[in-house]
């Protein structure tokens, strides 16, 4: 608890600074109507939980995942099924998800962490297929036609299953699943799993020579990573009200999204992830809605510039946006660097 | 549900010449993979470039399909060769997860931006002669299928004999081995990495170019056959260009025999879980050699 108290009262300018604005930013766009950029600030948001979930296991344990999907998936499922067929709110539907999401990552934990560097990578995305075509062919969950809720009828109705016209609402409510999953991450790579898990990144096989355990403190890095985003698809869940196996598992939109987001901002630094999503999702969002929703001869495009970024960052700057502040000085190196990257 | 004998038997050669194909596009993964020690995730994409290259060659030139299997090749190798100069030289030595990001954004860029050049379409392409099907007896072969298998065997047996005879496949199987003791002999490495990168891609576009006469061309085609070739050249040993070619076919057999017993839409959970359990149980694969 002091580390976090240290950590607010050194940076605390810039936290009143940002906080102030991302919570005046939904009222502002909601007042003067303009619900594109609030829609892009949501799905910054979005992409910046699951993003920070997934440094979690890829930039401090070395364990690079292309198959998160499957966490979003089962995280707007279980919302999206506790809230229809159970009638149980996403307000607590959210929680449950990102549980439930946390428990199918300690089962898929254990066969994927035998592997290791790429054998892992490969693995993860044959699991987010098998995923998909399995809620394909799932008639409980609505096969390939998907689930949507029914509408709320009451303003009682409304608040109990977090439903309201536009983005707006919406952005306050990742805010506060943003700024908690900060709070536990921080005190979770700051206490001595962090370190473990650096450690494990580093050298497998001398971190378990010197005692530490790689494989619990990767399942203990898996079961935060699928819990947050879980909760970043249950979000998805309230704020699009339809969930289907083809948006959620999707490989491109889900799974390398989260780690564009990541690589982007630089997945060696604690807040490189939220600064990639920040910097991705309004270019992507800005091509979408202005060029390939007017034109939808170029669907793709918004995809394409998204590859251009991801390949200028890997091979000009691979330690993303905040590594390469850090080389310039700009911004103080708080995570460790991989060894094999200093010259 | 009873399945009959005639039906088992048709899946039977359904799989084999489909898995012809999957091999095409796998052995150059394998070939990148045992000599570069880089995984090309655009793999299945430059398959797709090789589609839509004999495509268009017949729409607007009337080029037989079969005739544009060399053309397809070399624009690709030259397409290959150029990714390689731009892009894979820089990370052969960069940390594994530059190496995935940088041929992801690969993907990315091809995928994506044949789908803003061609459109968003689904096209077919329909040869008369291709198209007509051949009896034997109880089962039924369409004639494109039998075309791209025996196509396919013909390329394995040229790409096996530049490996074994030629001075330059002999020096890529150097190279693959131990980069350093290649360079000792004198090979130049680096000339070696973009004929084995440009021959890779050039196989899968041939894989393409086959595909091409019976299976829809889209510019995102690529998704499920760039995971097959994985799970190809993990099954069949890992740099195993022939071991690939095996693997191919047996995995081609055991789709089509899965949709007949499980379902279609299953029938690649089955590969895919086939896959997990092949690298958790033995990593280096049915023909590779143990490390």
């Given amino acids: 608890m002091n580390l976090l108290i240290n950590a607010i009262r050194k940076n605390l ?43 979690l296991l890829a930039g401090y344990g070395g364990q690079l995942s292309i198959g998160h999907a499957v966490f979003f998936g089962v995280g707007a499922y279980t919302t999206m099924i506790l809230m229809l067929y159970y009638q149980v709110t996403p307000w607590v539907g959210i929680f449950v998800g990102g549980f439930v999401a946390a428990i199918t990552g300690l089962a898929l934990g254990i066969p994927l962490f035998r592997l290791r560097s790429h054998w892992f990578t490969l693995a993860t995305i044959a699991v987010g297929e098998i995923f998909k075509l399995v809620f394909i062919t799932w008639e409980w969950v609505g096969g390939s036609r998907g689930l949507q809720p029914p509408i709320a009828k009451s303003d009682w109705e409304a608040l109990y299953f977090i439903q309201y016209a536009g983005p707006y609402v919406y952005v306050y409510i990742a805010l506060g699943v943003l700024a908690l999953e900060l709070l536990v991450l921080y005190l979770v790579v700051n206490s001595k799993i962090g370190f473990y898990l650096q450690a494990i990144r580093e050298d497998e096989d001398a971190a378990m020579s010197l005692g530490v355990n790689p494989f619990n403190y990767k399942m203990v890095a898996m079961f935060i990573s699928a819990f947050f985003t879980g909760m970043g698809g249950g979000l998805y869940t309230i704020r699009f009200r339809f969930v289907d196996p083809f948006a959620v598992f999707d490989l491109i939109t889900i799974s390398v999204y989260i780690t564009v987001a990541g690589i982007v901002g630089g997945i060696y630094s604690f807040i490189g992830p939220v600064v990639g999503s920040f910097v991705f999702v309004p270019v992507s969002e800005y091509v979408r809605a202005q060029i390939v929703s007017r034109f939808p001869r170029f669907y793709g495009l918004h995809v394409f510039v998204l590859g251009v970024l991801l390949l200028i960052i890997s091979l000009i700057a691979p330690d993303g946006i905040m590594g390469w502040l850090e080389k310039k000085g700009v911004v103080k190196r708080r995570v460790a660097i991989p060894v094999e990257e200093v010259e | 549900m009873l399945i009959g004998a005639e039906s088992v038997l048709s899946a039977l050669v359904d799989g084999v010449l489909i898995g012809s194909i999957y091999s095409l596009i796998a052995m150059g993964l394998a070939l990148i993979w045992g000599i570069m020690d880089v995984i090309n995730f655009a793999q299945g994409d430059y398959m797709m470039l090789g589609a839509f290259l004999t495509y268009w060659l017949y729409v607007l030139a009337g080029i037989d399909p079969l005739l544009s299997i060399p053309l397809s090749f070399a624009t690709v190798f030259v397409m290959g060769v150029i990714t390689q100069k731009a892009v894979i030289d820089r990370i052969l030595d960069a940390p594994m997860v530059s190496q995935i990001t940088a041929t992801f954004a690969v993907l990315l860029i ?9 459109g968003p379409y689904t096209r077919r392409l329909t040869v008369s002669y291709l198209s007509e099907v051949l009896r034997f007896g ?6 494109n299928r039998l075309v791209a298998f025996l196509v396919s065997i013909v390329v394995t047996a040229v790409l096996f004999l530049f490996l074994k005879m030629t001075y330059t496949g002999i020096a890529l199987r150097a190279v693959s081995q131990n980069r350093e003791a290649a360079y000792l002999m004198g090979i130049n490495v680096s000339r070696m990495y973009w004929i084995a990168f440009g021959i890779g891609v050039g196989i899968s576009a041939i894989g393409g170019t086959l595909l091409a006469t019976f299976y829809p061309i889209h510019p995102e085609m690529a998704a499920f056959f760039t995971l097959l070739a994985f799970i190809i050249v993990v099954f069949g040993g890992f740099g195993s260009v022939f071991g690939a070619y095996i693997s191919g076919i047996i995995i081609g057999v055991t789709e089509s025999v899965s949709a007949l017993f499980i379902s279609p839409t299953l029938k690649d959970v089955v590969a895919f ?11 280096t694969g049915l023909f590779g050699k143990e490390q």
Avoid: Q, T
């Fill in chain 1, 13 to 55: 300018n810039y936290l009143i600074l940002v906080s102030v604005i991302l919570l005046i930013a939904p009222a502002a766009f909601m007042k003067l109507n303009l619900p594109f950029p609030a829609n892009a600030l949501f799905l910054c948001l979005m992409y910046a939980i699951m993003a920070m979930a997934w440094n």
């Fill in chain 2, 273 to 283: 879980l086939l896959f997990i359990i092949v690298i958790l149980v033995k990593p």
């Fill in chain 2, 110 to 118: 091809i995928r994506y931006g044949a789908e803003v050049v061609f």
């Fill in chain 2, 138 to 143: 109880p089962i039924v072969v369409p004639m």
